[in-house]
């Protein structure tokens, strides 16, 4: 009985944990409707491709490149382990006087697990886009903020697409989305080598196909608000 005391205390204890993380970090220059992102610096709405959660946030300066960055955490949690998560990060330029806005072009970890990459023209934005085979760390340190308020991150490998686009030159904007790849119910390797471009094939390429149509979709949705 005590031991189920325990248990029970524990999950409230988590759940007020969740619960004070999401509304502290509800932002005023960015909001959550169903699917629906929409930001208000710069001005603009996607569809995202499944119901996130926003979980947390945070800003840093970076007087060195007149720039104050905006980073946004959303999840689809299973339990207390992701199943999916974005990593938002926009770049306001802070000095007007400074030039324009850029970032460094995307890189892949490495080109055997490199499906995709390239340009598209959506509206008005010239948006690069890469979609890749990565290994999620559970002690990596851009995930601290996660493991610090109760969520767990698998040792598994994820697929993960990142674009990114400026706008105006006055903000920079970079997405990454990824999701395990053993939670798309259907079987798939965890060995390596059967993820390689070059072999991919069966349950890991319709996995992949169905993660590209989602993330492309993302990109395909963003709308410039006036």
Do not use: C
């Not at 055997?112 to 598209?120: A, D, E, I, W």
């Not at 390429?205 to 006036?226: L, N």
């Amino acid at each position: 009985m005590r031991d189920l005391m325990k248990r029970i205390l524990r999950i409230i204890l988590f759940g007020m944990i969740l619960g004070v993380s999401i509304s502290y970090a509800l932002p005023k220059d960015l909001e959550i409707k169903g699917r629906q992102l929409v930001s208000k610096k710069p001005p603009f709405t996607l569809t995202l491709p499944s119901d996130f959660s926003l979980f947390y946030s945070y800003s840093h300066k970076n007087p060195e490149e007149n720039s104050l960055t905006r980073v946004y955490f959303l999840l689809v949690p299973k339990g207390r382990y992701i199943d999916e998560l974005l990593i938002l990060q926009m770049a306001d330029k802070t000095n007007p006087q400074a030039g324009p806005m850029s970032a460094p072009p995307l890189q892949p970890y490495t080109e055997k697990r490199l499906y995709s990459k390239g340009r598209v023209k959506q509206g008005r934005l010239d948006v690069d886009y890469l979609i890749q085979l990565m290994a999620w760390d559970p002690n990596a340190p851009s995930l601290e903020p996660l493991r610090k308020r109760g969520m767990m991150i698998p040792s598994h490998w994820a697929l993960q697409g990142q674009f990114l686009f400026l706008y105006l030159g006055e903000h920079a904007v970079y997405f990454r989305y990824s999701k395990d790849i053993h939670n798309f119910g259907v079987e798939v390797s965890g060995e390596v080598k059967d993820w390689e471009k070059g072999r991919i094939s069966g349950n890991e390429k319709k996995v992949y196909d169905f993660f590209q149509k989602r993330f492309m979709e993302m990109i395909q949705s963003i709308q410039i608000q006036p």
